[in-house]
């Protein structure tokens, strides 16, 4: 089992910017990769960004590229997202995922960012 606290959300202004962390806990050697989906009022749950634990590769959905940067402390098991120039369409709820080599996945508990206009 792995398991996953997030940190960070909160409210900002369009434009500002936000980190959120989330520390990984229990059966980390398991992990394949992190990254970090969002859910919006009323809509389905999203991919924002992934990264493979081992070489570090990254992955963003398109309307994030360019202002979120995700990374990650493997010494520490937390993987952080960087969001800038943030804007009111990024208001959602913001869960940590992991996967494991097993590809089962693990979920935090999801942290709010509200972005204002």
């Known amino acids: 089992q792995v398991q996953l606290v997030e940190s960070g959300g909160g409210l900002v202004q369009a434009g500002g910017s936000l980190r959120l962390s989330c520390a990984a806990s229990?059966?980390?050697?398991?992990?394949?990769?992190m990254g970090w989906f969002r859910q919006a009022r009323e809509k389905e749950r999203e991919f924002v960004a992934r990264?493979?634990?081992?070489?570090?590769?990254?992955y963003y959905a398109d309307s994030v590229k360019g202002r979120f940067t995700i990374s990650r402390d493997s010494a520490k098991n937390t993987v952080y997202l960087q969001m800038n120039s943030l804007k009111p369409e990024d208001t959602a709820v913001y869960y940590c995922?992991?996967?494991?080599?097993?590809?089962?996945?693990?979920w935090g508990q999801g942290t709010q960012v509200t972005v204002s206009s």
């Open positions: 995922n992991a996967r494991s080599l097993y590809t089962t996945n693990y």
């Open positions: 229990g059966r980390t050697s398991s992990l394949a990769s």
């Open positions: 990264i493979s634990w081992s070489g570090g590769s990254t």
